[in-house]
Each structure stands twice: as structure tokens, then as C-alpha cells.
Nanobody, 119 residues
Framework: QVQVVESGGGLVQDGGSLRLSCVAS????????MAWYRQAPGQTRDLVAA???????SYSSSVKGRFTISRDNAKNRVYLQMNSLKPEDTAVYYC?????????????WGRGTQVTVSS
């Protein structure tokens, strides 16, 4: 099994910054894609940003230019630097890890970390 744990959420004012971190552990073997999703109350869980093991990145249009995703392959970590935060960025942010372990493919989720942006 693969475990994913997020950290770094909190309360920040409009225009502020936060950095989220996520670490994957367990039967990882080949960690292909790590990504951040977010879910606001009453909304669906949507992709925010993703990064492959070769550092190819993608972003949702709502965060492009403000958020930066990066990863440390040696430590199985992914980060999300969030700048120019807006109240509409308020949500629970989830880390996702997809890859293949010795027992087969995996698609692992963390429990989420709350990000609240006050106006």
C-alpha cells in the first residue's frame, strides 16, 4: 500500500502565500504522477496542478501564474507554492499519487489539508 500525507495548510489573508507539502511512502516503486486537487464545500474535487516524474507540469486555468507545483523524486515529495491567494482558493487541498508498485498500480489520496483565504 501507498500512504500520502499533506501538510502546510492554514489561514491566510487575501493576497498572501502558502506552501503545501505532501509525502508518499510505502510500496511506491514507480511514482509516475503527483498532483494536488481541491474541494470547496458543496463542490466537486477538482484538479489544481499535476507533475510527472520527468517534471512535466499542468495547471488549472484558475491557478495558472499564481501556483507552482514541484517535486523531489528522491524524497517522494511534492510541493504546491501558492501565491496571490484569493478567497475563492479556500478549500480542502488533497494530494494524489499515481504509479506502480511491486503489487500493481496504485492511486493514493491523502486526507487533505484546509486552506482558508480571508478577504
Amino acid at each position: 500500500q501507498v500512504q500520502v500525507v499533506e501538510s502546510g495548510g492554514g489561514l491566510v489573508q487575501d493576497g498572501g502565500s502558502l506552501r503545501l507539502s505532501c509525502v508518499a511512502s510505502g510500496n511506491i516503486f514507480d511514482l509516475s504522477v503527483m498532483a494536488w486537487y481541491r474541494q470547496a464545500p458543496g463542490q466537486t474535487r477538482d484538479l489544481v496542478a499535476a507533475i510527472t516524474k520527468t517534471d512535466s507540469t499542468s495547471y488549472s486555468s484558475s491557478v495558472k501564474g499564481r501556483f507552482t507545483i514541484s517535486r523531489d523524486n528522491a524524497k517522494n515529495r511534492v510541493y504546491l507554492q501558492m501565491n496571490s491567494l484569493k478567497p475563492e482558493d479556500t478549500a480542502v487541498y488533497y494530494c494524489n499519487a499515481k504509479g506502480r508498485g511491486l503489487l500493481g498500480p496504485y492511486d493514493a489520496w491523502g486526507r487533505g489539508t484546509q486552506v482558508t483565504v480571508s478577504s
